[in-house]
């Protein structure tokens, strides 16, 4: 199971951290990692985190701005956003996959319920 949480309103220029509760059998995963998706568009990959190395994949819109980073003792992983924009407001999820370096959308297989950022002054 995994729970994301730290969702809310905020104005552009501000900060959140989400974070998403990894449980059961997502703790066995080789990649985790955020997505987001916007009404009308497409899923996108915001931000995944390897198990093996935490080598990271930023997608470009991103870079520079958000942070992920996991703790395995308490099985969690955050995305800290930074200077957020209103093209930021989204659905954020969090997802796992058994594939190595991968933050492709379609190889992740289980996914949480998503959590709402909004960005608006």
């Known amino acids: 199971q995994l729970v994301e949480s730290g969702g809310g309103l905020v104005q552009p220029g501000g900060s959140l951290r989400l974070s998403c509760a990894a449980s059961?059998?997502?703790?066995?995963?080789?990649?985790i990692g955020w997505f987001r998706q916007a009404p009308g568009k497409e899923r996108e990959g915001v931000s995944c985190?390897?198990?093996?190395?935490?080598?990271?994949y930023y997608g470009d819109s991103v870079k520079g701005r958000f942070t992920i980073s996991r703790d395995h003792a308490k099985k969690m992983v955050y995305l800290q956003m930074n200077s957020l924009k209103p093209e930021d407001t989204a659905v954020y999820y969090c997802?796992?996959?058994?594939?190595?370096?991968?933050?492709?959308?379609?190889?992740?297989?289980?996914w949480g319920q998503g959590t709402q950022v909004t960005v608006s002054s």
């Open positions: 997802a796992t996959t058994q594939i190595y370096g991968s933050c492709n959308r379609y190889e992740y297989d289980y």
């Open positions: 059961g059998h997502t703790l066995e995963y080789q990649a």
């Open positions: 985190i390897s198990s093996y190395d935490d080598s990271t």
